[in-house]
């Protein structure tokens, strides 16, 4: 199956940014956001005897530890799409010797062979260039029964800055998100059942300019296609920071969460049938014999 990939991010770039090796912490966003999700396992009767973490790296290490302790007689899964990334992720989640007995060591691959019950993927699908590929990996990756926990981000993200680099007549500072409505559509299409969207508004505020840029530089690239074909000089940059700083100091993040259920294959109906012209005239004659 083909599938489309998204109109404004480059897959190029996209690529590139998702094997850039890792800092020692994750982001402060995502730690956020893993933590918020988190609160909504909440809701979930299921108890997972199996689960899998999702590019820990970038999702979240801190919260990797809470969700461990959580499910701490389920044995846990840990996936990194590259083996540098996947030996980057061991030497920064295999617990301490004096934990071990706590919990089962983990299982670190790059690829799933193994189905779970429960799959934590955080802060990822939005860096897609293919999203359905990624929920179609997700989806074979969860056993029949169990669940999906995700989060991405939605278009109002950044709506600040898209504002500024449009009035100042420059390429968008980052590609088009994608509405939850669609992510839900997107589950469906999937193979997911009884998807659950939600979404909240965090706002973050700076002291000065350069914390801004700074923290977006931890949180990712701009992996717009249109973006500058070149890097910019260090006149560009001082407008970029003159600019910022006649705004308030915020930045808006539209964070999208969503829960799916993956159910038996679904049986597909064909919209007609055909039969011959011989099997219906012998089907007519036995109705006239009875």
């Known amino acids: ?92 989640l295999q617990a301490a010797w ?12 790059t690829e799933v062979s193994q189905p779970v019950q429960m799959l934590w993927a955080n802060m990822g699908l939005h860096l897609q260039a293919q999203p359905q590929v990624l929920l179609a990996q997700w989806h074979q990756a969860l056993e029949v029964g169990g669940f999906l926990m995700f989060s991405c981000l939605g278009p109002d993200t950044l709506k600040e800055l898209r504002a500024l680099y449009a009035a100042l007549g420059w ?5 088009d998100l994608t509405d939850m409505h ?28 350069q914390r801004l840029l700074h923290e977006l530089r931890g949180l990712g690239r701009n992996l ?24 308030p100091l915020q930045l808006s993040f539209e964070v999208v969460y969503g829960h799916a259920i993956k159910t038996e294959p679904r049986l597909t109906v064909q919209a007609h049938s055909e039969i011959s012209l011989e099997t219906m005239r012998q089907a007519l004659a036995r109705r006239k014999a009875l």
């Not at 469906?188 to 979404?199: C, K, Q, Y």
């Not at 296609?225 to 705004?247: K, T």
């Open 171 to 175: 390429p968008p500072p980052a590609h």
């Open 1 to 92: 199956m083909t599938y489309p990939t998204h109109p404004t991010l480059d897959p190029v770039a996209a690529q590139r940014w998702q094997l850039k090796p890792r800092p020692a912490e994750s982001a402060w966003l995502h730690e956020e956001v893993a933590r918020r999700m988190m609160q909504r396992l909440d809701c979930i009767k299921l108890q997972p005897q199996s689960w899998l973490h999702w590019a820990p790296l970038r999702a979240g290490l801190q919260t990797h530890a809470a969700l461990a302790t959580r499910y701490a007689q389920a044995s846990c899964t840990i996936f990194e799409s590259n083996p540098a990334l996947l030996q980057q992720a061991q030497s920064c």
């Open 182 to 209: 669609d992510v839900g559509d997107m589950l469906l299409e999937a193979g997911f059942a009884e998807p659950v969207m939600d979404m909240e508004h965090i706002n973050l505020s700076f002291e000065t300019p």
């Open 98 to 109: 004096w934990k071990r007995w706590q919990t089962s060591a983990p299982q670190f691959v």
């Open 224 to 247: 717009h296609v249109g973006r500058f074909a070149s890097l910019r000089a260090r006149q560009w940059q001082a407008q970029l920071l003159q600019a910022i700083a006649e705004m």
